[in-house]
Each structure stands twice: as structure tokens, then as C-alpha cells.
């Protein structure tokens, strides 16, 4: 059994955002990113299934036309080819993990 200690795995780059691939299956993905405040991920499609989770901090995520401004412990699903991204906008750092699967 593999065990994801995320607190021991954020780390945060001042002059980019801070992606590490936790898990790399054909049938899920999991990735985490770490932002400094005012860093951006742009919208982008994926044509894959997606879950957000804001494990710490604070942001705005953008799902499709919809702005979210979510905080820890928050999940937003996004569905494949919906553009999708966030950003440190909240005045704080913020640290997403991303869940991603293959469409059936």
C-alpha cells in the first residue's frame, strides 16, 4: 500500500508553480500543486475526468464559465474537455491536488 503524506510533499517555487506527479496509473492520476500567491494554472481542456481538492489555502477555480473561490478541503469535479484552472488569488498561497481518470 502506497501512502500519500501531502504535507510532507508541498513544497512551493517563487518563480512557478510547484507540480509533482504523485501517482502515474493508466487508470488515475493524482498530481499536486503548490502555488504562491498570485501564481496562475491557466484554463486548459483535458479530455480526461477530473476532481480538484483544495488541500490548503485558499483560490479562485474556474470550471467551464464558472469562478469559484473555494478554501481547504474543498472538491470540484470538472468533466473531459471542460476548461478548467485556478489561481493564489485569495491573498494566500494554495496547494490543489489534482485526481484525474479516463473516460469510459
Do not use: N
Not at 494554472?41 to 473555494?70: N, Q, S, W
Amino acid at each position: 500500500m502506497e501512502l500519500l503524506d501531502l504535507k510532507k510533499l508541498i513544497t512551493f517555487k517563487p518563480d512557478a508553480i510547484s507540480r509533482e506527479m504523485l501517482s502515474d496509473k493508466p487508470e488515475m492520476r493524482i498530481a499536486l500543486m503548490c502555488l504562491e500567491k498570485g501564481q496562475k494554472l491557466e484554463p486548459h481542456k483535458a479530455p480526461l475526468r477530473l476532481l480538484m481538492y483544495c488541500v490548503e489555502g485558499k483560490g479562485t477555480f474556474t470550471v467551464g464559465d464558472e469562478k469559484i473561490v473555494a478554501g481547504e478541503k474543498t472538491c470540484i469535479p470538472c468533466d473531459p474537455l471542460v476548461p478548467h484552472g485556478f489561481a493564489a488569488d485569495q491573498g494566500e498561497r494554495l496547494v490543489v491536488m489534482a485526481i484525474v481518470t479516463p473516460v469510459e
